[in-house]
């Protein structure tokens, strides 16, 4: 089992910054990648960025619509994720999910922090 918190959201307003942070307990050794979703009102959820690790190489995705303003980075001896958002616009307003999938294909999620960017 893993744990996932996260913490770090809050109302930012357009154009600032926020930066989140997913902290991983549990059989955290068996955690082959991690990811940044976010959900919108009445929005399914949705992949923002995506990393995973092949010995001491990062492989990091983003969803076109946050590429160049977000940068996801972990920390595999800490057991974090985060995810640092700048440029912010009020599109990005949503509740930011931390997920996690392990070696055996299991999924883990946060229970979610929310983003809110005023106009």
């Known amino acids: 089992q893993v744990q996932l918190v996260e913490s770090g959201g809050g109302l930012v307003q357009t154009g600032g910054s926020l930066r989140l942070s997913c902290a991983a307990s549990?059989?955290?050794?068996?955690?082959?990648?991690m990811a940044w979703y976010r959900q919108a009102p009445g929005k399914r959820r949705e992949l923002v960025a995506h990393?995973?690790?092949?010995?001491?190489?990062?492989?990091?995705t983003y969803a076109t619509a946050v590429k160049g303003r977000f940068t996801i980075s972990r920390d595999n001896f800490k057991n974090t994720a985060d995810l640092q958002m700048n440029s912010l616009k009020p599109e990005d307003t949503a509740v930011y999910y931390c997920?996690?999938?392990?070696?055996?294909?299991?999924?883990?999620w946060g229970q979610g922090t929310q983003v809110t960017v005023s106009s």
């Open positions: 997920n996690a999938e392990t070696d055996q294909g299991a999924e883990y």
């Open positions: 990393i995973s690790s092949s010995g001491s190489i990062d492989y990091m």
């Open positions: 549990g059989s955290t050794f068996n955690i082959r990648s």
